[in-house]
C-alpha cells in the first residue's frame, strides 16, 4: 500500500463531519482533520530527498504513542558515503528529545536550538517534523484564494505563547476546500514574510479514502534553495518496540519487524 509522505509532516487532512452540510468548515474543523489523519500505530516509509544535484534515500519509522506523542527514526540508506546518518525523535506536543549520529563519530544530543537544523543538511528542517502547529488554538480562516485550478482556504495559525518550546511564530496554510489536502504551508520564525514554504506537488488518494500529499517542495526563501521529498512506499501497522527508538537502534540501518 502507498501512503504520502505526509506521515513526515503529518499534514495529511481528511473531511470532518459536521450537522451542517452546507455551512462551510470552520479553521478549528479543518485543522481537526488534519490531526485526524494522521498515521496511527507503527509506520515504515522509503523516501527521495532531492535538492539541486543532490539525491539522498531514507526511510522512515514511526509509530504513535499512548500519550499522544511520537517516536521518529529517520535513517539514510544512500548515498553510500553518507549511509547509516540517523536522526532520532521522541516527539511530545510542542517539544521534542532527540539525537543525531553519523557513522565514525559520537552520538550527539538534540537541544531546542536545533528545531531550525536542516534534516541531513536539507532545507527540511526538524520544526516541519515536528508539525506542532496542528496543536495551537489559534486557527482562523482568513480568505480564500485558488491555487491553479485548486479553491483553498487560507488558515492562520499562531501558537498559544504559554505553550513550551520555541516553534514559529506562525503559519499559513492553503487547504483544498474540496479534498482537504495542505497545496501549501508557509512557516513565520518571527519575520514578515515566510522563512519556509513548503508546496505539495502530487496528492493521491489512499486505499483509506484520505486525500495526501505524496510529494512535495520545501523551499528556504532567505537562500531559494528547495528540497523535493518524494514518498515511494510504505507500510502500516508495523509492530514496533522501545528498542527500535533508541540511541542503540539509531546505529544500525535495519529492516521494520514484520507484522503478526
Known amino acids: 500500500m502507498r501512503f504520502a509522505l505526509s506521515f513526515i509532516l503529518c499534514l495529511g487532512f481528511v473531511a470532518v463531519g459536521h450537522a451542517d452540510p452546507a455551512r462551510p468548515l470552520t479553521g478549528p474543523e479543518l485543522i481537526s482533520g488534519a490531526k485526524g489523519a494522521r498515521p496511527k500505530g507503527g509506520v515504515y516509509v522509503r523516501a527521495r530527498l532531492v535538492q539541486g544535484k543532490t539525491v539522498m534515500q531514507m526511510q522512515i519509522k514511526r509509530r504513535s504513542l499512548p500519550n499522544g506523542g511520537t ?51 536539507t532545507d527540511l528542517t ?50 483544498d476546500e474540496k479534498r482537504y489536502v495542505p497545496m501549501r504551508v508557509q512557516v513565520f520564525d518571527g519575520g514578515d514574510e515566510p522563512a519556509r514554504v513548503v508546496t505539495t506537488d502530487k496528492v493521491i488518494r489512499t486505499s483509506s479514502g484520505y486525500y495526501m500529499p505524496s510529494t512535495f517542495t520545501v523551499k528556504t526563501a532567505a537562500t531559494g534553495s528547495e528540497t523535493q521529498v518524494d514518498g515511494s512506499s510504505s507500510k502500516s501497522e508495523i509492530p514496533y518496540t522501545d528498542a527500535d527508538f533508541t540511541e542503540q537502534a539509531m546505529q544500525q540501518l535495519t529492516p521494520p519487524p514484520a507484522a503478526p
Do not use: M
Open 71 to 121: 517516536d521518529q527514526l529517520y535513517q539514510l540508506s544512500y548515498p553510500k558515503d553518507r549511509l547509516g546518518e540517523s536522526l532520532l525523535l521522541h516527539v511530545n506536543g510542542g517539544t521534542f528529545t532527540g539525537s543525531f549520529f553519523k557513522p565514525g563519530a559520537p552520538v550527539r544530543k538534540l537541544t531546542g536550538a536545533d528545531r531550525r537544523q536542516g534534516v541531513f543538511g
Open 126 to 175: 526538524i520544526e516541519d517534523l515536528l508539525a506542532d502547529f496542528l496543536d495551537w488554538k489559534h486557527q482562523v480562516i482568513t480568505g480564500h484564494e485558488t491555487l491553479g485550478v485548486v479553491p483553498c482556504a487560507v488558515i492562520e495559525s499562531k501558537p498559544d505563547r504559554a505553550s513550551p518550546g520555541k516553534g514559529p511564530s506562525k503559519t499559513l496554510s492553503w487547504i
